[in-house]
């Protein structure tokens, strides 16, 4: 089962995440306080839940130095600040995810549940849908042998497809996995988006692979 640090002050939040997760095929492991998070990371740890304001530091700082020993376990913030800044500084410092309290236990575990996909897939290095191929390390795409080339969100939105194979995905789950946003805000952006990647992707002489459901989203696979 997988082990997931909880760094959290507030005692009565930290204990409920704990329940949640040991009633979901989770271990978790507390702590209360950065230096008790560093002596619970001596054991083996699958992903970190990171509070911001703990009593003895930044959260934000014990992850950037975290990050530069080479530290590269998945990590999710938990935090009420919700300006847009503060998310930059929380991914630049090197967190993989970002979630505003207060928030729902069911979304905490979607998360929790993407991030040790993610971290299957890092280990693994490629996806496949059919003659689709992604590696994620390298962050290369191809179809059919052949290149694709894509700047970074549509490489994202790219493998967050891929991770959905054959399944319908709204904008708003584009919105909240890929550009971490809450709402659907960035509709028309990711519109644009998908069109160039299906540019990419289903290039002449080459059958739809990309699909675009009326009025639910879009689907990556055979033609729904």
């Not at 970002?98 to 991030?115: D, G, N, Q, T, V």
Request: hydrophobic content about 45%; glycine content about 6%; some cysteine.
């Amino acid at each position: 089962m997988p082990r997931i640090l909880i760094v959290e002050d507030e005692s009565r939040l930290r204990s409920s995440i704990c329940r949640t997760l040991d009633e979901t095929s989770h271990v978790a492991v507390a702590a209360g306080s950065l230096a008790e998070a560093a002596r619970q990371l001596t054991v083996e740890i699958d992903l970190i839940i990171l509070d911001l304001m703990l009593p003895d530091g930044s959260g934000l700082e014990w992850l950037a130095a975290l990050r530069a020993a080479g530290d590269r376990r998945p990590v999710l913030i938990l935090t009420a600040r919700d300006s847009v800044s503060d998310r930059v500084a929380g991914l630049d410092s090197g967190a993989d995810d970002y979630l505003i309290k207060p928030f729902s236990l069911e979304e905490l575990l979607a998360r929790i549940r993407a991030l040790l996909r993610r971290t299957v897939d890092l280990v693994t290095n490629q996806l496949q849908l059919g003659s689709v191929t992604v590696d994620l390390l390298n962050r290369i795409a191809s179809r059919d042998g052949q290149p694709l080339h894509l700047q970074n969100r549509q490489f994202e939105l790219l493998v967050f497809l891929m991770r959905h194979p054959n399944q319908v995905v709204t904008r708003e789950m584009i919105a909240r996995e890929v550009w971490k946003e809450s709402t659907a805000t960035w509709t028309n952006v990711i519109e644009v988006h998908v069109n160039q990647l299906r540019k990419q992707l289903d290039g002449p002489g080459r059958p739809p692979i990309l699909h675009t459901v009326r009025g639910q989203g879009y689907l990556m696979g055979d033609p729904p």
